[in-house]
């Protein structure tokens, strides 16, 4: 028994590490920080925190795949260490991208609940079994509320938290629902477990119910359509590290989560979509829910004059070429899905670096705020060129290639036999009527004269790293794929 | 041979150096670009002189790049490429000498420039469909932002469309390629892998991707119907992007026809051949009579585009040996003459006059205010018209030969086509440059005397024109290059087959 605790340990030593920073970020700032100002305050808040998140993430990688642990209910396969770190990347940058904003009136409990979030992407990361898996959601989504909450002085931001905890909550009921009648019907919580007693189970009416609940919760998590109402306003209304933090850490740990439980514990159940010959299961559901977002997401992407709205329905498409790879993961194995998934979230979290930097130097809400930033400050618009770019699938930046790994893999599954080929085709056609809106940024940005009113932008020293680290890791990894690519393989 | 990479990597280095130097001084950023720019023709011009025309296209480079894939880092060339990459050359620099004028954010113009140059010369030198693909979309970026930026007329909505366009022609393209490599169980991305990939599809399935892939390269080469783009997008652009995008980005989606589509898919080109065939030729005579009746000097030369790249489809919808090595020649001899047509009326002409209309250039003595000018448009005018002695003549009778063999109506029509060019250019010759002849010159018209043409000009007109002239007196120059290259056995899968 003190063997398996010493696995057990040894296994959440990165999730240890990050609680106590979190801690020290709010013991220090009690200690020394109160007399100072709020900026040196969240400077050593964000500066101990990203300690943390350096350590764990070095520590986690160096630790390795040591396979199962603690009778199983968590899995550190290949997959998993590198969704962990992937998840620690972007909970880094969503910290530079705290540096960058407008400083929070309590710094320090900010950066600790970026903290608190980011042990529950890491548990999301990891857990190969139900309550786990739930209760790391949870954790991980009670941060990401009082986050999205946490500029009191801005009714947008409440209105945000409100809709996003109302809708998250619902969401949580559905996915607990589903959890137990899971368990009811396989008799486990663990994913293996359920996996093989689903392989003698024929389809039932009870099962199917419990699919739909849990991927209804999925499609929340991920802000697929029809499920992704909360996300235009969380989006627009958070303070923009936390709308980051939403977008990229978040929805890569779900996506990690999701990806174990619908491959590893509910497999058999996928059901076969080849058409003509299909057979029920979740595969179709997903196809269904892919095609929606991605429809969804792309034409009312192209009606918005809100920049993070924008980026909100962008998101929704993301999303929707995200679950393709989660259909096509079963036979390509996770490695596109990881890429896409991992290089969108740094391209978004830089996006959403970018505004934060504008909203110290006035309004940065519509699409004409961001007019003349070429001449504002060229360092934001050369990196936001970098991130819209990657969104839009550009190459030689990383979208382009995760868009291509996506789409080959679903392609494989049986070519234009299976509705994974024709979301392909979809989702290839669409990308060009994406580039009309994110040209629409770009064309504010990097053409349109500034406002007349509008202010220099100075860019501090610490979020100018940021965009750069970031735009760099998008050009190099859009370069040198491989590299992430042997991540997962 | 080589050092053709280098044409790519010098290209992209450059535009990083435009836009640092830029910062400075803008003729910092001028010479580098200039520079660069000559690089390029050095390096095409001394492959050129080493060139040993032979089928194998000579491999430059082929290193793992993505390996879970099998896409290789694979550059190589054949005939084809070395022509275009020559063109691309020539183009880019006369293109930079006519915007050395440019004064507004002159590091960003140039750097934009230059990397759409490297684009352009990536597409021309790459063997692997994957690297194709990635240097034709880093080619539309940048087009963009040279239209919407430094544009005239409605320049954001031109800008737009056209990369609007081109985006879709290629989401085409790679939805077919996608298609080519999973459902063929191919192991790699490049040409003849592709190729045995898609003989084992169903033929359906190769006719719906062969419509996907070619109609996705077409858009940019400006077939019928799909070219409305080029017409609003030649005349958005400013001089150096508009000569850019008739010289050398339409030869891109024509290239991407040849060297692509056709060898890849056999079954389903002789399929679609026909229709092909009809729209080719309905595009020239189409295009032919809107340029006639167009009052703005820029849509007249934009659609004259439009007509002359009808023919390079025509010439490769007719699919034997002699078509299509016209084809390339045409490509080449329409780069040189568009863009010295679209430098007499962009930067000539509109940025001293400040009108494109032929009514107000009418009533101008242009060809005593700005006789270098007119002498040039004449002879640029009498290359468009196909006048022996200039490229564009050996150019379009080599594809009216060639087509005459594979369906006589086409070169009946296309023929047709010629004549109706002849019509709107020397319309617009006369319109233009000697509307006002007899009586005293009427400067009254204008408010500001002309400035005169600068030596930049006539550098880049001279070489233009030089070229267009050593290519009609010896056109076995650059036919020598490209028919050993159709003896591929990519090449010889269609080629061969269409003539009878």
């Known amino acids: ?489 | 041979m080589n050092a053709l990479p280098w044409t790519i990597y010098t290209a992209f280095a450059g535009a990083l150096l435009a836009l640092v130097a830029g910062a400075r001084s803008a003729t910092a950023a001028r010479a580098v670009a200039l520079l660069t720019a000559l690089a390029g023709l050095g390096l095409g011009l001394f492959a050129a002189a080493g060139f040993t025309p032979v089928a194998a296209p000579q491999v430059l480079a082929d290193l793992p790049w993505i390996a879970s894939l099998g896409i290789r880092y694979h550059l190589a060339a054949d005939g084809i490429s070395l022509t275009l990459v020559v063109l691309t050359g020539l183009a880019a620099t006369a293109g930079i000498l006519f915007s050395w004028n440019i004064e507004e954010r002159v590091g960003e113009f140039f750097a934009l420039y230059l990397a759409l140059i490297g684009g352009v010369y990536g597409v021309f030198l790459s063997a692997d469909a994957f690297l194709f693909f990635v240097f034709y979309e880093i080619a539309i970026v940048p087009k963009y932002f040279l239209i919407a930026n430094w544009g005239s007329t409605r320049r954001e909505y031109g800008a737009m469309k056209l990369a609007l366009y081109s985006f879709a022609g290629s989401a085409l393209v790679l939805a077919g390629l996608i298609w080519t490599y999973a459902a063929g169980g191919a192991q790699g991305f490049s040409l003849p892998e592709l190729a045995r990939a898609a003989a084992t599809l169903p033929r359906g399935e190769v006719i719906a991707i062969f419509g996907l892939v070619f109609f996705g390269f077409a858009t940019l080469a400006g077939l019928f119907p799909l070219h409305t783009w080029a017409p609003t997008g030649h005349v958005a652009a400013p001089t150096a992007a508009s000569m850019l995008l008739a010289g050398v980005v339409m030869k891109l989606g024509a290239y991407g026809c040849l060297r692509v589509a056709l060898p890849l898919y056999p079954e389903g080109f002789f399929w679609w051949q026909g229709i092909i065939g009809w729209l080719a030729v309905i595009g020239i005579v189409y295009a032919g009579l809107i340029a006639l009746v167009q009052d703005d000097f820029k849509f007249v030369i934009g659609y004259s585009s439009v007509s002359h790249m009808g023919f390079v489809m025509l010439g490769l919808a007719a699919a034997n040996a002699r078509a299509v090595s016209g084809a390339v020649l045409q490509m080449f001899s329409h780069g040189v003459i568009a863009g010295l047509l679209f430098a007499v009326v962009g930067r000539m002409v509109y940025e001293r006059t400040h009108t494109r209309q032929l009514e107000a250039l009418q009533a101008l003595p242009l060809h005593r205010l700005i006789p270098f000018a007119a002498v040039t448009f004449v002879l640029a005018g009498l290359a468009s018209m196909g006048l022996p002695g200039f490229s564009g003549f050996p150019a379009e009778l080599t594809i009216l030969m060639g087509a005459w063999t594979t369906r006589h109506l086409w070169a009946l029509v296309a023929a047709a086509g010629v004549l109706v060019a002849a019509a709107f250019t020397l319309r617009v010759i006369q319109v233009s440059f000697f509307g006002q002849t007899g009586g005293s010159p009427a400067a009254g018209h204008l408010d500001h005397p002309l400035e005169p043409i600068s030596l930049a000009e006539k550098l880049g007109a001279l070489l233009l024109l030089a070229t267009t002239v050593l290519i009609g007196l010896k056109p076995d120059l650059i036919l020598d290059w490209v028919t050993p290259a159709l003896q591929s056995p990519l090449f010889q899968a269609v080629v061969q087959k269409g003539t009878p």
């Open chain 1, 1 to 489: 028994m003190n063997a398996l605790y010493a696995d057990l340990f040894h296994a959440l030593v990165p999730e240890t590490i990050l609680t106590v920073s979190a801690l020290l970020v709010i013991g220090f700032d009690l200690a020394v920080g109160r007399r100072r100002p709020l900026a040196a305050r969240q400077t050593l808040a964000v500066f101990l925190g990203a300690i943390g998140v350096v350590t764990a993430l070095v520590i986690g990688l160096s630790n390795g795949a040591v396979g199962s642990v603690f009778g199983g209910a968590m899995m550190l396969d290949a997959f998993a260490v590198a969704a962990r770190a992937g998840v620690l990347a972007l909970v880094l940058l969503t910290l530079g991208v705290v540096t960058a904003a407008p400083v929070t009136r309590q710094p320090a409990e900010y950066v600790a609940l970026v903290l608190f979030a980011a042990v529950g992407f890491l548990q999301m990361a990891v857990a190969q079994q139900l309550l786990l898996g739930f209760l790391a959601v949870e954790l991980a989504s009670i941060s990401l509320y009082v986050l999205a909450g946490f500029d009191k002085t801005r009714p947008e931001s409440a209105e945000a938290a409100l809709k996003y905890f109302l809708v998250g909550a619902i969401s949580a009921a559905f996915m607990l629902f589903g959890f137990s009648l899971l368990y009811g019907i396989a008799g486990s919580i663990a994913f293996p477990d359920i996996a093989h007693a689903l392989i003698y189970q024929p389809m039932s009416p009870l099962l199917a119910v419990a699919l739909v609940m849990v991927l209804v919760a999925f499609g929340f998590k991920a802000a697929a359509a029809p499920f992704h109402l909360w996300a235009p306003d969380a989006y627009q209304g958070a303070p923009t590290p936390s709308a980051a933090l939403i977008a990229s850490a978040s929805k890569l740990a779900g996506l990690a989560l999701f990806w174990r439980l619908l491959w590893g514990g509910l497999g058999t159940v996928a059901g076969n979509f080849t058409l003509g010959h299909g057979t029920p299961g979740w595969l179709s559901i997903v196809a269904v829910i892919a095609a929606a977002s991605l429809l969804l997401g792309n034409f009312a992407a192209l009606a918005q004059h809100n920049v993070r709205r924008l980026l909100a329905y962008s998101a929704i498409a993301h999303a929707g070429a995200l679950l393709l790879g989660l259909i096509a993961s079963g036979q390509a194995g996770p490695g596109p899905l990881y890429y896409y998934a991992a290089t969108y979230g740094i391209a978004t979290a830089g996006a959403f670096g970018v505004l934060a930097v504008l909203e110290n130097f006035g309004r940065c809400q519509d699409l004409a705020d961001l007019a003349g930033l070429h001449r504002r400050s060229p360092l934001l618009a050369a990196t936001l060129l970098v991130f819209i770019l990657s969104l839009a699938g550009i190459p030689p930046l990383a979208g382009f290639v995760g868009k291509f790994a996506v789409f080959v893999a679903a392609f494989q599954m049986g070519g234009i036999a299976t509705p994974a080929g024709w979301l392909a085709i979809l989702a290839i056609l669409l990308s060009a009527v994406a580039l009309y809106y994110y040209l629409m940024i770009l064309k504010q940005a990097l053409v349109a004269a500034p406002a007349a009113d509008a202010a220099p932008v100075k860019v501090p020293a610490i979020a100018a790293l940021t965009l750069l680290a970031a735009a760099a890791l998008l050009i190099g990894l859009g370069v040198f794929p491989s590299l992430l690519l042997q991540l997962v393989a």
